[in-house]
């Protein structure tokens, strides 16, 4: 993943052993239940690295809480995990304050409206779904001057499906360039959520397109180090085709307990 992101942290880690759950043994989600969900989910990634030649420890687990509670996510951090994502953000920020002890390095992976993006850029250390200028304007203008850059993604709609946001392809050399001068930013790499496949080479095609983007992306200059691609279904097939970020939530929460 880069410098700028600290490696994943594995199951049972040194740090996490005397961090206490905050679930109780009532709790429909145990804690022994998000263990070993969590462990299989770091064996899944550990053994694709081997099957495709990967490095070790290339590839870093994104937990995906949303609609998840607080005290879901505090029993995923307890067990060693520190990078979370979130798609809605009144929800996110009501999951920091019960969680401000905590550690955590907060992604923003939903859609971003133009009048959220103040509030993104204060509480979350990534963006992964930054698809226009006027959204990257915003988070560079409101990022505050004693936090570090926000490291974005640009999300690109791999499959022109009209109901996903994203930047087509065509247009990504484009907003890169512009992105540019904008110093509160750093562009770090790509996202993208494909059209839904069961076919394993289907979902290796469009994880190559954009992995072929980032390529060209990185021969005009930029300096990108990170593939967000991959979920509970396709995570193989997107560490095959390059991804350095996998986002994780069915395979570790279960389904999700609520609609939004």
């Not at 969590?38 to 490095?55: N, S, T």
């Not at 839904?196 to 200059?221: C, H, I, M, T, W």
């Not at 995570?235 to 986002?247: F, K, N, P, Q």
Request: hydrophobic share 40%; glycine share 6%; net charge positive.
């Amino acid at each position: 993943m880069g410098k700028y992101l600290d490696p994943p942290v594995k199951p049972f880690s040194t740090d996490a052993k005397n961090i206490m759950s905050p679930l109780s043994t009532n709790d429909n989600i145990k804690v022994e239940t998000i263990n070993n969900r969590l462990a299989a989910i770091h064996a899944r990634i550990a053994a694709a690295e081997r099957e495709y030649g990967r490095q070790p420890g290339s590839v870093t687990l994104l937990a995906v809480g949303k609609s998840q509670s607080a005290d879901a996510i505090g029993t995923v951090y307890a067990a060693g995990q520190r990078d979370f994502g979130e798609s809605y953000l009144q929800e996110a920020l009501s999951k920091q304050t019960a969680l401000s002890k905590f550690a955590i390095t907060w992604h923003f992976i939903g859609t971003l409206q133009s009048n959220k993006t103040r509030q993104v850029a204060q509480h979350f250390a990534w963006v992964h779904s930054v698809d226009r200028l006027k959204i990257a304007v915003r988070l560079n203008e409101q990022r505050p001057e004693d936090m570090p850059p926000i490291n974005i993604c640009l999300q690109v709609n791999i499959g022109a499906e009209r109901q996903k946001a994203g930047i087509a392809p065509a247009d990504l050399h484009s907003l890169a360039a512009q992105l540019r001068p904008l110093s509160r930013l750093r562009l770090r790499g790509l996202m993208a959520l494909p059209p839904a496949s069961n076919d394993v080479g289907a979902q290796r095609g469009y994880f190559r397109q954009l992995k072929l983007a980032f390529e060209q992306l990185r021969n005009d200059g930029h300096q990108l180090d990170t593939l967000s691609m991959g979920m509970s279904t396709d995570l193989e097939a997107a560490i095959a085709e390059g991804s350095t970020l996998v986002r994780i939530g069915t395979a570790l929460f279960g389904e999700r307990p609520y609609k939004h």
